[in-house]
C-alpha cells in the first residue's frame, strides 16, 4: 500500500470574515482499502484449439490521490494568540464555501490566478500516460474560483465521476511551475455526495509523482460561508 502523509494547517484568523484559512483535521486521516485490481477470468481450452477472445482490464493510477468529508468552523472575535475567543458564531456542518489543498502551508491566496493541465502536469513530472493531468483537466470554461483574496476565473477543472457531485480545480500563483506554487480548489455542498454516492461536503482530486514510494503533503484550506 503506497502511504500518502496529510499534514493540515492551524486554522487561521484573518480581518476579512470568510477568507480563505488554513484548516484543521477532526480525528486522524483514516484511508479507505487500497484497491488490489480485479480477478482473472478463466477460459476452458485443449490442445488443438484457436479460440478469439475479446479481453478488457483495469490498472490503479499512481498520478492521483483523493480526500472526501464533511466541514465545519466557526466565526470568531479574538486576537493575535487565538488563545481565547471574546465571541464565536457556529457555522452549520452544511456549510457552503470551498475547501482547497496545496503542498505550500503559506499558499499566496492574493496571487491566485488559473493555471492549465500542462503546467500541472509538468510540474508532477506526470509525463504522457492516459491518467496525466493534461488529459484530467480536460473543462476549464466554469471553473471559476471566488475567494475573498481573489477571483480566478476559467481555470483548468476536472468534473468527479460516478456518482459525485463535484469537482476539482487547478489554480496557481502566477509562476505554476514547481508543485508549491499550484492549489486545488472544490465546492462545499450541503446535500452533496462523493463517487460511491455516501452524503458528503466535499471531495477532491490531487495529483502525485508517480513512483514507488513517493509521498506527497498536502495542507489543507477552507472558506466557509
Known amino acids: 500500500m503506497k502511504?500518502?502523509?496529510?499534514?493540515?494547517g492551524v486554522l487561521l484568523v484573518l480581518s476579512a470574515?470568510?477568507?480563505?484559512?488554513g484548516a484543521t483535521v477532526l480525528g486522524s486521516a483514516a484511508q479507505r482499502g487500497r484497491w488490489l485490481g480485479l480477478a482473472g477470468s478463466s477460459v476452458v481450452?485443449?490442445?488443438g484449439n484457436v479460440t478469439n477472445l475479446n479481453i478488457t482490464g483495469a490498472t490503479l493510477t499512481d498520478r492521483w490521490a483523493s480526500f472526501y468529508g464533511?466541514?465545519?468552523g466557526s466565526?470568531?472575535?479574538?486576537?493575535a494568540n487565538a488563545t481565547n475567543d471574546v465571541y464565536f458564531w457556529t457555522l452549520n456542518t452544511s456549510s457552503s464555501g470551498l475547501v482547497c489543498v496545496s503542498e505550500n502551508g503559506t499558499f499566496g491566496w492574493s496571487s491566485s490566478a488559473a493555471a492549465t493541465g500542462a503546467q500541472v502536469n509538468s510540474a508532477w513530472s506526470l509525463g504522457t500516460m492516459a491518467d496525466n493531468a493534461t488529459n484530467t483537466f480536460t473543462n476549464s470554461a466554469a471553473c471559476n474560483i471566488n475567494m475573498t483574496q481573489a477571483f480566478v476565473s476559467s481555470s483548468a477543472r476536472v468534473n468527479h465521476t460516478g456518482l459525485s457531485t463535484y469537482w476539482t480545480c487547478a489554480i496557481g500563483n502566477g509562476i505554476n511551475t514547481a508543485k508549491t506554487d499550484f492549489a486545488f480548489c472544490t465546492n462545499i455542498t450541503a446535500s452533496g455526495t462523493n463517487w460511491n454516492g455516501e452524503a458528503t461536503n466535499y471531495e477532491i482530486m490531487v495529483p502525485t509523482t508517480p513512483g514507488i514510494g513517493t509521498?506527497?503533503?498536502?495542507?489543507?484550506?477552507?472558506?466557509?460561508?
Open 3 to 8: 502511504p500518502m502523509i496529510v499534514l493540515f
Open 75 to 79: 466565526i470568531v472575535l479574538t486576537d
Open 215 to 225: 509521498l506527497e503533503t498536502y495542507y489543507f484550506y477552507a472558506q466557509l460561508s
Open 70 to 72: 464533511n466541514t465545519s
Open 45 to 47: 481450452t485443449e490442445g
Open 17 to 21: 470574515a470568510f477568507a480563505i484559512s
